[in-house]
């Protein structure tokens, strides 16, 4: 049975920082690309970051350019989001997700397994 466990959301002030960590069971996790998505109230949910299987290549949505970065550590079946300088707008439910394609890891669609989702508010 596949496990995404996300841990380390929390309340925030504008400006500060908080590191996301999935750690994920059930899978062989150097087989899978991961993202992080988010969701906010009455929003759909919407693509963050990714990172390629053994780290090579990562993608980031535009709105957390410079400020948030994924990584993974393959020897402990996690990936981290470090977020820095957080804004209110990024107030919102984290869900790290996982990927057998090698293709297309913006998409929803392309994600076989997702977490629960951790919460992040950001107070202005």
């Known amino acids: 049975q596949v496990q995404l466990v996300e841990s380390g959301g929390g309340l925030v002030q504008a400006g500060g920082s908080l590191r996301l960590s999935c750690a994920a069971s059930?899978?062989?996790?150097?087989?899978?690309?991961m993202g992080w998505f988010r969701q906010a109230p009455g929003k759909e949910r919407e693509f963050v970051t990714a990172?390629?299987?053994?780290?090579?290549?990562?993608y980031d949505a535009d709105s957390v350019k410079g400020r948030f970065t994924i990584s993974r550590d393959n020897a402990k079946n996690t990936v981290y989001l470090q977020m820095n300088n957080l804004k209110p707008e990024d107030t919102a439910v984290y869900y790290c997700?996982?990927?057998?394609?090698?293709?297309?890891?913006?998409?929803?669609?392309?994600?076989?397994?997702w977490g629960q989702g951790t919460q992040v508010t950001v107070s202005s």
């Open positions: 997700a996982a990927t057998s394609s090698i293709t297309g890891y913006t998409y929803k669609v392309a994600y076989n397994y």
């Open positions: 059930g899978l062989t996790f150097n087989n899978y690309a």
């Open positions: 990172i390629s299987r053994k780290s090579m290549f990562t």
